[in-house]
């Protein structure tokens, strides 16, 4: 009795792992021509999805865990060094010393992200701080971060945040750091201040 639940629960897990399959590939057709990132996700997720069920799993799932912290962070410095051109896969890959697929892979499951959806997270971050701290125009800091031009900075800040970046820099103008909205006084001028309050 207890070998036959077995196998109905077996059939059943199964059975749901497989619709689970079916809506991720049928989210991936409908995003993959208008949202390539969100597609490459799903995918990922179904991927895994086979692998876990293969008996054992491939050999690349048993030898690829991912990157350890220090490759990450050697990442992180590579393009915030960079974060004003254009950053190629192939480029992080061989910093590690990887193939690009092998890279992918593992930085994938280290991060959660593609590389160059990490690339477009990091070069977000660093230009809402820009935006905070400077009231350059958007397209000067779309270029100061290495996007095409205006419209690409948007579509991909857009997809980051959920909002435009001119709506965000609204939202966040009250954030900004006290020093940038107050003038600047000398020693003497603030020891003034402090000897009259």
């Not at 896969?89 to 092998?102: F, I, Q, R």
Request: net charge positive; charged share 20%; aromatic share 6%.
């Amino acid at each position: 009795m207890l070998l036959i639940e077995q196998q109905y629960s077996a059939r059943s897990d199964s059975a749901q792992q497989n619709r689970h399959m079916l809506t991720l590939l049928t989210e991936t057709e409908k995003v993959i021509h208008h949202d390539p990132d969100v597609a490459s996700a799903y995918l990922s997720r179904a991927i895994a999805m086979l692998e876990v069920r293969s008996p054992g799993g491939s050999s690349q799932s048993r030898t690829g865990a991912g990157l350890v912290r220090w490759q990450v962070t050697r990442i992180d410095e590579f393009i915030k060094e960079r974060v004003d051109q254009c950053i190629r896969t192939s480029e992080l890959a061989s910093l590690l010393g990887l193939s690009v697929s092998h890279f992918s892979h593992a930085f994938k499951q280290a991060t959660g992200l593609t590389p160059l959806s990490y690339v477009n997270a990091l070069r977000v971050k660093a230009a809402m701080q820009d935006m905070l701290c400077s009231a350059h125009p958007l397209s000067e800091i779309a270029f100061r971060h290495g996007f095409c031009d205006q419209s690409h900075f948007c579509r991909v800040f857009r997809r980051e945040t959920g909002l435009t970046p001119q709506a965000w820099r609204k939202l966040n103008a009250s954030r900004a750091p006290l020093k940038t909205s107050l003038p600047a006084y000398s020693s003497q001028q603030s020891a003034q201040v402090r000897s009259t309050a």
